[in-house]
C-alpha cells in the first residue's frame, strides 16, 4: 500500500528531472521542461521508502521511465544517485534519489517482475479518511501466477544506459528508460499500458544469475 498526502513539493518532481535529466546519456535532448505521462508505485515492505516509477516526456520526445525513491534521510554511499532534496509539506524534508542505485527498490522491482506482485494500492490521505486513487496506468509480469522472487541482498554494481542493469548477488534486472524503442529484454519481462498507449510496452525485465 502506498500512502499519498495531499501535499505541495517544493521543488517539484519534475522541476528536479528538468536539472537532472540533461545529464543522462539515454536522454533525448529537447526543448522544453518535462511532462508527467503517467506513473506506477512499489511497496517497501518495511514502510519507510516511497518507490514511484514516472513516465516523462520533453515536448514530442520519447516516453521516458525514471524510476525514484523518496527517503527521510540521506542514504549511505549514495550520493552520485541522488537527484536533490524537496520539501514536502506534510512529511518534511526528503532525499530524492534515482532508484538504479537503491537496493528498497532492486528488491520491489525483482518482486514485480519474478514474483508478479503488481503495483502498489495507492490511498490518498484526505482529512482522516484513506480514499483510494485509481491506477492510471497497468503493469504486468510474464512470471507465472505464484511465482516467487529471490531475496537479492545488496547491489553489486549498476551500469548506466539504455536499459540500466541492476546487478544483485541473485538477479540481474534491466530497466528500460526511453520506452517503446527498439528494446528486446530477455528473461522475465514487465510491461505496462497507460492512456495513448494501449498495446504493452516493455518496461524492465530480470534473469537469475
Do not use: C
Amino acid at each position: 500500500m502506498a500512502l499519498i498526502h495531499q501535499a505541495t513539493l517544493q521543488p517539484t518532481k519534475l522541476e528536479l528531472l528538468a536539472d537532472w535529466l540533461p545529464d543522462r546519456d539515454w536522454y533525448d535532448a529537447r526543448a522544453g521542461e518535462p511532462t508527467r505521462v503517467a506513473a506506477y508505485r512499489f511497496d517497501d515492505p518495511a514502510g519507510a521508502v516511497g518507490i514511484e516509477t514516472l513516465l516523462v516526456r520533453v515536448g514530442d520526445g520519447p516516453v521516458l521511465q525514471v524510476p525514484l525513491t523518496y527517503r527521510e534521510a540521506p542514504l549511505d554511499g549514495a550520493d552520485e544517485w541522488l537527484l536533490g532534496t524537496s520539501e514536502h509539506s506534510v512529511l518534511g524534508k526528503r532525499w530524492v534519489y534515482d532508484a538504479a542505485g537503491d537496493p528498497v527498490y532492486a528488491a520491489a522491482l525483482a518482486s514485480a517482475v519474478l514474483g508478479n506482485t503488481g503495483q502498489a494500492e495507492q490511498l490518498v490521505q484526505t482529512g482522516d479518511r484513506l480514499v483510494r486513487r485509481d491506477f492510471d496506468m497497468s503493469i504486468a509480469s510474464s512470471a507465472a501466477q505464484g511465482a516467487e522472487a529471490p531475496a537479492i541482498g545488496s547491489i553489486e554494481g549498476v551500469v548506466q544506459g539504455d536499459p540500466t542493469l541492476i546487478v544483485t548477488a541473485t538477479v540481474e534486472l534491466a530497466v528500460i528508460r526511453r520506452l517503446g524503442a527498439d528494446t528486446a529484454p530477455t528473461g522475465t519481462v514487465l510491461t505496462g499500458v497507460w492512456p495513448g498507449q494501449d498495446s504493452p510496452v516493455a518496461l524492465a525485465s530480470a534473469t537469475l544469475r
